[in-house]
Nanobody, 119 residues
Framework: HVQLVESGGGSVQAGESLRVSCAVS????????LAWFRQFPGKEREGVAA???????TYYTNSVKGRLTISKDNQNTLYLQMNSLKPEDTAMYYC??????????????WGQGTQVTVS
C-alpha cells in the first residue's frame, strides 16, 4: 500500500515561489505516474502536473506551463516547484499515483493534501 505525505504548503504573496514536497513510501508500479492535483473550494480535483514513474517524461495542465515544475529524486520524494504564483493558484494541493497522470478518475493513491494560499 503506497502512502503519500505532502508538506511545504503555506501562504505567499503573488509573484513569489513555493515548493511542496511529497514523501512516497514506495514508488508504485511503473504503470502509474506520480502527479500533483489541486482542488479549489467547491470544485473537483484537477490534474496539475505528472511525471512518469519509469522515465523522465512530464505533463502539465496548460494554465501552469512555464511556472510549475514537477520532479522526483532518488529518495522517494516528489516535488512541485511553483514560481510566479498567482492568487488563482490558491488551492489544496494533493500528491497522487495515477494511471493517467492528469486524470483524477484514475488515481490509485492520494495524499492528505497541503494548502497553498497566494494573496
Amino acid at each position: 500500500h503506497v502512502q503519500l505525505v505532502e508538506s511545504g504548503g503555506g501562504s505567499v504573496q503573488a509573484g513569489e515561489s513555493l515548493r511542496v514536497s511529497c514523501a512516497v513510501s514506495e514508488y508504485p508500479a511503473r504503470t502509474y505516474c506520480l502527479a500533483w492535483f489541486r482542488q479549489f473550494p467547491g470544485k473537483e480535483r484537477e490534474g496539475v502536473a505528472a511525471i512518469g514513474n519509469g522515465g523522465p517524461a512530464t505533463y502539465y495542465t496548460n494554465s501552469v506551463k512555464g511556472r510549475l515544475t514537477i520532479s522526483k529524486d532518488n529518495q522517494n520524494t516528489l516535488y512541485l516547484q511553483m514560481n510566479s504564483l498567482k492568487p488563482e493558484d490558491t488551492a489544496m494541493y494533493y500528491c497522487a499515483a495515477a494511471f493517467f497522470g492528469l486524470d483524477p478518475t484514475t488515481v490509485r493513491f492520494w495524499g492528505q493534501g497541503t494548502q497553498v494560499t497566494v494573496s
